[in-house]
């Protein structure tokens, strides 16, 4: 979700106001039955289309409502891409709607002679574990389309799907052949729900009562208005500069003059999507708490830039918030799950690339400095290349024009055995 920038002017009034009134592989999913299993449970509508690069499209059911589709170029160069989507709202009907730009980079690829094949899970919401079984899923169930099988396989996820993909990638390193994650969830479940977790946590504080519901659970169907938490946040901005200077809450903004309006949508853009997930992931988990802050310590991490000539009274609020802001305790289990599904373990065997940009306001780019740091003390850094584009957004800003010199690295890659 986008809100549309503050005006400059308020900004820079209610910033003035505000300084002058006061001196944050066992546990791979279940491989699918045999091929001829899969496909006598499965069933698919056929279409040959009489334009563009495919003979044949098909699209059917498997699994417990899980829908896919497969795309067979006119001209097969013998490659599988699979691709894994992101989030949904959980309460959204399961479709095979087109997300993001998945369709028109399938159309690509499809020129460039690939098969291509992704699958709608058999649930929305944070479906990182049910993601990657149907996802694996399609490895069986694609032959029945293909002439012959696959000579190379590939994945390509997007956001929470990146985190599907590299599940996938470190635990079945002889089934599939690279990866290329977008906008990625990479740095694992856990770091990303505890992000979202410390944000509302610290916007509770700092703005108390603007907000319904807790950390924890929201009630049902609700979201955030965005004009209401951009007036509360207008009338004592420093607080979100605090929010956004504290260690655990490095909100994402754009130096210079975007610097503050870029700070307030990414803090509105990650309370709203907390809200959107947090009921979810609290259900998955059983009812257990999913998000623990006992024995943190907010403190100051890096001051953002419009904040650093008033640094005393932002290190000053910092410090009142860590006294005040409401203590939870992660229950072991909902960790548990959250770890599984998925925290990377950074056996990386296969050539892997990320695109990520520089200012994500959903899921931020820290996910890469941690799947970074988790991949180097594996000792499998040779099989990961990183690429930052220095723009603000999240998936949607990355485009097909974004991602395609990404994915001719990657099939270079394969392809040569050569790291670009």
Known sequence: MRTSFPHRAMLLLAL??????????????TAPAATDDLSSRSSATQVRPTSGPFSLIATGETGPGALYRV???????????????????????????????????????????????????????????????????LRGLVTRFLPAPPTRHYLVGFSLGSAVSLSLIEQYPTQYDGALLLCGMVGGSLTETQYLGHVRSL????????????????????????????TAILGDPRRLLTVASIR??????????????????????????????INDITALVNGKVPFGNVGEQYTIGTIVQPAIPIAPMITALAQGFDTTVARYRMDVSAANYLAKHYTPTGRLRVPVITVHNQWDPIVPVFHEDTLR????????????????????????QLGVDKSLPAWLLLEQWVRAGAKP
């Open 16 to 29: 003035a106001g505000a300084a002058t009134a006061c001196t944050d592989s066992s546990r791979a999913p």
């Open 373 to 396: 740091r988790i991949v180097t003390d594996a000792g499998y850094e040779q099989n990961l290349l990183q690429i930052r584009l220095p723009q603000y957004g999240h998936c949607a």
């Open 248 to 277: 655990q809450t490095p909100l994402p903004y754009v130096p210079g003059m975007l610097a503050v309006p870029t700070m307030i949508e990414s803090g509105i853009t990650a309370l709203t999507f907390h809200a959107r997930g």
């Open 71 to 137: 795309f067979v170029p006119t001209a097969w160069n013998g490659d599988l891409v699979t691709m894994a989507h992101p989030i949904r709202d959980a309460l959204a009907p399961v479709t095979l709607s087109n997300e993001l730009y998945m369709d028109s980079l399938t159309t690509w690829l499809g020129t460039r002679g690939y098969a291509v094949a992704y699958s709608s899970y058999s649930r929305n919401g944070f479906a990182v574990k049910d993601g990657a079984l149907r996802t694996h899923q």
């Open 203 to 230: 916007f509770d504080v700092a703005y108390p009562g603007v907000l319904l519901g807790s950390t924890l659970q929201v009630p049902f169907n609700y979201l955030p208005n965005a004009g209401a938490l951009q």
